[in-house]
């Protein structure tokens, strides 16, 4: 079975400050699949970043970026320049790829991230 | 690509009553996966289809619980007798193994609630 752990239950920041969320995971697959989702108030998930377990290369998606500590099982999300429409739940999420394809995606509890103005 | 479409979006009903939500996924994506959000909480994986056929059953869900997906285009999940503790918002999301990216699009979810 898969765990996904994210401590911190609450952050807030000020606009265009740094953040970084914490996230580890543990699983006893090899091949396996890390997302950040982002779930603002009343609106549905979107995908922020997703990293592959076998690159060791950290994921950029323009602000957004990783810290992929494998051997730790650690991925954090750092968030750059913060602004006020990241204010959101996010999850991070572990998906284990198998030879039957696919299962279904492992949360965290989640952080509420809140940027204040 | 109109994204992934869920109805209703709120449901109230009474204990011990059925109740059914639909699931409309992307056109061209075969997976289909259903999920259960309690407040404060992540979701939960509940079931999984690719095409028409029901891959993956979590063991949360109960006797209680049914999915389908008959032609392997939009599914339904039933709750028969629901109770207090099947209040969530229920989730539905889909993806293809063609981009080999395993990213999953979310639909806006049903919220039930049971009285």
């Known amino acids: 079975a898969q765990t996904v752990t994210q401590s911190q239950p609450e952050m807030s920041v000020q606009e265009a400050e740094t953040v970084t969320l914490s996230c580890t995971y543990d699983?006893?697959?090899?091949?396996?699949?890390l997302f950040w989702y982002k779930q603002p108030p009343s609106r549905q998930m979107i995908l922020v970043i997703r990293?592959?377990?076998?690159?060791?290369q950290n994921a950029t998606e323009n602000r957004f970026s990783v810290n992929f500590q494998k051997a730790a099982k650690s991925f954090s999300l750092k968030i750059s320049d913060s602004q006020l429409g990241d204010t959101a739940m996010y999850f991070c999420?572990?998906?284990?790829?198998?030879?039957?394809?696919?299962?279904?995606?492992?949360f965290g509890k989640g952080t509420h991230l809140i940027i204040q103005p | 690509d109109t994204g992934v479409s869920q109805d209703p979006r709120h449901k109230i009903t009474k204990r011990g009553q059925n109740v059914t939500f639909r699931c409309d996924p992307i056109s061209e994506h075969n997976r289909l996966y259903w999920y259960r959000q309690t407040l404060g909480q992540g979701p939960e994986f509940l079931t999984y289809f690719q095409n028409e056929a029901q891959l993956e059953k979590s063991r949360l869900l109960s006797d209680r619980f049914s999915a389908e997906r008959p032609k392997g285009s939009f599914s339904t999940l039933e709750i028969q007798r629901t109770e207090q503790g099947d209040s969530a918002m229920y989730l539905c999301a889909s993806d293809t193994e063609l981009t080999g990216s395993y990213e999953q699009y979310f639909g806006p979810g049903t919220r039930l609630t049971v009285t």
């Open positions: 699983t006893s697959e090899s091949n396996y699949y």
């Open positions: 990293q592959e377990a076998y690159k060791q």
């Open positions: 999420a572990l998906e284990v790829v198998t030879g039957g394809g696919a299962d279904g995606l492992t």
